[in-house]
């Protein structure tokens, strides 16, 4: 049976780290600010977003929520982000995606400030991170590799296959992994939804990555023994027996695959506190930055 990565546990030890710098910059008389936005009322943002919130607060970093309809013109969305741009209380912003109109994904992401973005989603801080240079890192993607490192897992050397495309997790993680740097060194593989003989690739991996949003992606038959399993997705399926009317699961078929890997992170618990922790560690970095830049 494999070793549990317990993302939950992982992300305590990180957000204790992060109170505690809090505090030392607030004897300094600096307040780490987090402007969220969320626009429409899907339920798993808003849950996401109340999350994120709570988050800070138990930091002791300062967020301010702004939401609008599901009706929000894109002038209205992007007002919100300048706002947030221009206020001195605010390190980071967040726009909860997916936006109800995703053809503006990308305008608004591009609004936000490259200096404010803690998502880094802004095409700068993509391209600064793909050429290895300082840049704010994606959340999801920072928390996959925050995971290997301190559970003592080496990426230098192991063949890693990423399943899943995204800009916000597989095309990251892909670049990452593959740096010349502490948490990469990794020779990656990517695969999607047009890969041929994808479980032939995933057999040859030391480490699997899957995020897809697709339960049941990894399956056991597409395991080596003794591999490292990294679950990324977080979907809602139905389940009349809890209160909630539903219940998470990931990508991968978690029972018969964590009898054959050697680790393997759970869903929930594993990955998905780890993509908060990182978004607090990127806004108390924006913080001392913005102070350093005074
Ligand atoms: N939606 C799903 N993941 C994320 C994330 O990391 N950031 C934002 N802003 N929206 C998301």
Known sequence: MAKILDGKAISAEIRAEIKTRVN?????GIVPGLGVLLVGDDP?????????ERACEEAGIYSKEV???????????LQVVEDFNIDPQINGILVQLPLPDSSMEQSVIEKILP????DGFHPVNVGRMMLGLPAFLPCTPHGVLQILKRSGIETAGAHVVVIGRSNIVGRPLVNLLSQKSELGNATVTMC????????????QADIVVAA????????????????VVIDVGVNRIPDDSKKSGFRLVGDVDFEPVAAKASAITPVPGGVGPM?????LANTVESAVRSHKAE
Do not use: F, Q
């Open 44 to 52: 798993a943002s808003r849950s996401y977003v109340t999350a994120k």
């Open 275 to 279: 993509t908060i922790t990182m978004l």
């Open 24 to 28: 030392e910059l607030k004897e300094k």
């Open 212 to 227: 897809t949003g697709w339960p049941g992606t990894v399956t056991a038959d597409m395991i080596k023994e003794g591999a």
């Open 67 to 77: 939401m609008l309809p599901v009706t929000a013109s894109h002038t209205e969305i």
């Open 192 to 203: 999607h939804t047009r890969t041929k003989n994808m479980a032939e690739l995933t057999r």
């Open 115 to 118: 200096e404010k973005d803690v």
